[in-house]
């Protein structure tokens, strides 16, 4: 069973940055991809980024070139690495880790992120 666990969330003024933190106990980087996706209020579900269990790396277009994910092999963690932050990255951010060979999924509780001056 993989336990999933977002933490890095918080109140940030435009235009400042954040790092969200994704760790899956109980996955390994070879056979879990993981990914981080929003919902901000009134919206539905937006995919962010993703890092498969082969390295490759997807962001969205929405947040290219602000966002980037990582993965830490040792610790076991995948960050979400977010500068320039502005109002309507405002969301609940949630990690999503999926077994590659059996695409079982598991979901963190979410981290909420809040952009404002």
């Known amino acids: 069973q993989v336990q999933v666990a977002e933490s890095g969330g918080g109140l940030v003024h435009p235009g400042g940055s954040l790092r969200l933190s994704c760790a899956a106990s109980?996955?390994?980087?070879?056979?879990?991809?993981v990914g981080w996706y929003r919902r901000a209020p009134g919206k539905q579900r937006e995919f962010i980024a993703i890092?498969?269990?082969?390295?490759?790396?997807m962001v969205a277009p929405s947040v290219e070139g602000r966002f980037t994910i990582s993965r830490d092999n040792v610790e076991n963690t995948v960050s979400l690495q977010m500068i320039d932050l502005k109002p309507e990255d405002t969301a609940v951010y949630y990690c999503?880790?999926?077994?590659?060979?059996?695409?079982?999924?598991?979901w963190g509780q979410g981290t909420q992120v809040t952009v404002s001056s």
């Open positions: 999503h880790v999926v077994n590659d060979y059996t695409l079982r999924e598991f």
């Open positions: 890092i498969t269990s082969s390295g490759n790396q």
């Open positions: 109980g996955s390994r980087a070879d056979t879990h991809s």
